[in-house]
């Protein structure tokens, strides 16, 4: 069984937003991520947070127009703004369910993965 579940995606035009969230069952979040792999290229990393110290990190591509949050003891959310066709992308949660106080764009950081939800931005 999975033990996270992402939501939210879907398809948007240019300059749209949307919000995808990840639900976590059996653990507590502390170091999480967003990746996303796009149509014949790696999964790249997008936004870490760390819910225990409160640590960002965003890539360069989506910084200024993404923010992730935590929305519950639960739950933690992208909010992606300003949309473009180079977004379009499965996007993945990630999460280590112990103690860290990393915030990192690294897969190997992560124990937990969700199986992702599809965000499409038509050129």
């Known amino acids: 069984q999975s033990q996270l579940v992402e939501s939210g995606g879907g398809l948007v035009h240019t300059g749209g937003s949307l919000r995808l969230s990840c639900a976590a069952a059996g653990f507590t979040f502390h170091a999480t991520a967003w990746f996303r792999q796009a149509p014949g290229k790696e999964r790249e990393g997008v936004a870490c947070l760390n819910v225990d110290n409160e640590r960002q990190r965003y890539a360069d591509s989506v910084k200024g127009r993404f923010t992730v949050s935590r929305d519950s003891a639960n739950t933690v959310s992208l909010q992606m703004n300003n949309l473009a066709p180079e977004d379009t992308a499965v996007y993945y949660c990630?999460?280590?369910?112990?103690?860290?106080?990393?915030?990192?764009?690294?897969?190997?950081?992560?124990?937990?993965w969700g199986q992702g939800t599809q965000v499409t931005v038509p050129a």
């Open positions: 990630a999460a280590t369910p112990w103690d860290d106080n990393s915030c990192m764009l690294k897969e190997s950081t992560y124990a937990y």
